[in-house]
Nanobody, 122 residues
Framework: QVQLVESGGGLVQPGGSLKLSCAASGSIFSRFAMGWYRQAPGKQRELVAR???????MFADSVKGRFTISRDNAKHTVYLQMNTLKPEDTALYYC????????????????WGQGTQVTVSS
């Protein structure tokens, strides 16, 4: 069983930045592909970014050029750096982990965190 714990969410003004972290339990973190998803009120959960065990990345069109995803295997942690935040980025952000190393999955990831709230508002 893998446990994922997100942190770093909060309230930020439009144009600001936040860095989310997701710490994973277990010693096989380096084998996982990790991802960030988000869900806004009344909307479906959507993929934001994903990074494979080999470091390949992908981003949703809505965040390309503003968000970056990275991982530190020694710390069992994946990060989401969010810059130039917009009100439409407001959502509950979830970390995910999966042994499948495809950049795009046909089914949801196997493991999920509890989420961290990001609110972009003036």
């Amino acid at each position: 069983q893998v446990q994922l714990v997100e942190s770093g969410g909060g309230l930020v003004q439009p144009g600001g930045s936040l860095k989310l972290s997701c710490a994973a339990s277990g010693s096989i973190f380096s084998r996982f592909a990790m991802g960030w998803y988000r869900q806004a009120p009344g909307k479906q959960r959507e993929l934001v970014a994903r990074i494979t065990s080999g470091g390949r990345t992908m981003f949703a069109d809505s965040v390309k050029g503003r968000f970056t995803i990275s991982r530190d295997n020694a710390k069992h942690t994946v990060y989401l750096q969010m810059n130039t935040l917009k009100p439409e980025d407001t959502a509950l952000y979830y970390c995910s982990a999966d042994f499948r190393n495809d950049l795009v999955l046909k089914t949801p990831p196997a493991y999920w965190g509890q989420g961290t709230q990001v609110t972009v508002s003036s």
